[in-house]
């Protein structure tokens, strides 16, 4: 017999994939919730010294300046390379194209080793600017790189036959309809900002994440860290929403499908060599620089030796940890994936919201909260690695999830309705079927996220069992005592191990295609 149909068309779930999912949405909001109790306890007066304290003020407009200049920055340069790429004829765009997005393999705390080893000057305000907007500025080039290839060349075309420069027209017609893509990739940045704990901490400029983690290790008294931590995340609730208000008046949409071809590219004329130097200079800093650097201190310490089985040690331990913590990420991220896609109800829909709570979380606060969960409920697994696990799950899972739930949503429902209807029970359609066919989806899930994990810093610095040592936390002790040519090795390691996945992800997405058509 059929089973009943819920009105939006969708089968009810099975109980095998509610109760999995249900246990990843509650595992994700752990540490929202536990930080929440954590800084109830201290308080409405405790917590009101800690936020009035002149420290915290002064931290609060630290943080957020640096998010407001790295954001506004990053802006200004992935708005700029995308339009050399996509509008004009500059010689070498499509170099720019492949060479634009590669800062993004680079962990900002690696960056931030490069520039400290060779350039001492780069440190506080000025060397977090460099490094972190060299490091994010992707996030708003590819995003609106994607939206300027969609927008209809015939408006530009209108707007400059009305007498209009190309300057003009630039400006008062293409960035205005790719406004919002750009808006999304600055939040990123500046979400990206406020939650980075090593770059910061590298380069001696105290923000919420280094304070915080300063106040957890340096005193008994825990609550002012739950305090500020709870704070950083009200702070990033509030960019967000304002983010959303930002692209209201903007947002726009289109009927159909739009003109499907190429706008034509202009001609730079006198301003060609000042926009190859500006392109040249934004790689130099962003890529040449800290590849160059690593390679200088990896050849000094050549001379002086390499602690080998410690950096073959590392080297596993971060294998080792990736491919776990993708393991168990994923087991999450596929009943999840699925139920999103096959059983759309608003259930799900909070289901799936739950699992983004700990992904806006960054990773210092989300370490915190489960050191005091460790601490205080589970200490049998404290600074063991299934909490260590936990963690990574909570940080990563929404990647997975986005994965699985497009791979399965992709794949048409009416193949799983046929094995039902010739004998096969519901798991062991989800078995032969639905995973098969969302398997290309899967993997790049896996891929993404072992890679996030390789790069994780402040989760795996708190957390990681007792003696255990990856490529990051390695590179952190060595930076820690300015050891910058014992701590070479590991930064150039983590980032050719990067690599791997990121070629997995590229091959599982058919990404190897993405400048055909530049």
């Known amino acids: 017999m059929p089973r009943p149909r819920t009105p939006e068309g969708q089968g009810r779930p099975p109980w095998w994939l509610v109760v ?39 931290l609060v407009g630290r943080s957020l300046g640096l998010a407001a200049v790295v954001t506004g920055l990053c802006l200004l340069i992935g708005i700029t390379l995308a339009a050399l790429v996509t509008r004009t004829a500059m010689p070498g765009r499509r170099t720019l194209a492949v060479l634009a997005p590669l800062p993004l393999a680079i962990p900002s705390y690696v960056a931030a080793f490069a520039w400290v080893a060779a350039a001492p000057w780069a440190r506080g305000f000025l060397g977090a600017t460099i490094v972190l907007t060299a490091c994010t500025y992707p996030y708003v080039y590819l995003p609106v790189v994607a939206a300027m290839r969609s927008v209809d060349p015939a408006q530009e075309e209108v707007s400059r036959s009305l007498g209009r420069s190309a300057w003009r027209t630039f400006w008062t017609v293409t960035a205005r309809q790719v406004w919002p893509a750009a808006a999304s990739g600055g939040l990123l940045v500046a979400l990206y900002t406020l939650s980075d704990f090593g770059a910061v901490s590298i380069l001696q400029y105290d923000v919420f994440t280094r304070v915080i983690h300063t106040s957890y290790t340096a005193t008994f008294d825990r609550t002012p860290a739950a305090v500020l931590s709870t704070l950083l995340v009200v702070i990033t609730v509030v960019i967000a929403v304002g983010e959303r208000w930002t692209r209201r008046p903007v947002e726009q949409t289109r009927v159909g499908a739009g003109v499907a071809r190429r706008a034509e590219p202009h001609p730079l004329g006198a301003l060609g060599p000042v926009a190859a130097g500006a392109v040249v200079a934004v790689l130099l800093v962003a890529l040449a620089f800290p ?23 590392s080297t596993g331990t971060t294998l080792f940890l990736a491919v776990l913590g993708a393991v168990a990420t994923m087991a999450l991220a596929v009943p999840i994936g699925v139920l999103v896609a096959r059983h759309r109800s608003r259930s799900s829909a909070v289901v799936e919201t739950a699992t983004w709570a700990g992904h806006a979380l960054p990773g210092i606060v989300v370490a915190l909260a489960l050191v005091f969960f460790g601490v205080r409920v589970a200490q049998p697994i404290y600074q063991r690695t299934p909490l260590l696990l936990i963690a990574y799950a909570v940080l990563f899972l929404p990647a997975g999830v986005g994965a699985v739930r497009g791979a399965v949503a992709m794949s048409s429902p009416r193949i799983e309705e046929v094995a039902r209807s010739l004998g096969s029970s519901p798991l062991a359609v989800l078995r032969r079927v639905t995973i098969p066919l969302a398997a290309p989806g899967i993997a790049a899930g896996t891929a ?18 007792t003696g255990a040592n990856t490529l990051a936390t390695s590179l952190w002790t060595q930076t820690g005592v300015a050891a910058y040519a014992a701590a070479a090795p590991y930064a150039l390691t983590l980032v050719l191990l990067a690599v791997l996945p990121t070629l997995w992800l590229m091959r599982a997405q058919g990404r190897f295609t993405a400048t055909e058509d530049l």
């Open 20 to 58: 999995p999912a249900l246990a990843g949405a509650a595992l994700a909001v752990l540490p929202l919730g536990y930080l929440l109790v954590r800084t109830s306890e201290a308080g409405p007066a405790r917590i009101l010294e800690i936020l009035s304290r002149p420290g915290t003020v002064a």
């Open 291 to 313: 590849v160059a650097s690593l390679l200088y201190w990896f050849s000094t310490g050549l001379s002086a030796g390499i602690d080998t089985e410690r950096l073959l040690t």
């Open 448 to 465: 993404l996220v072992m890679l996030t994990i390789m790069k994780e810093l402040p989760a795996t610095l708190l957390l990681r069992p």
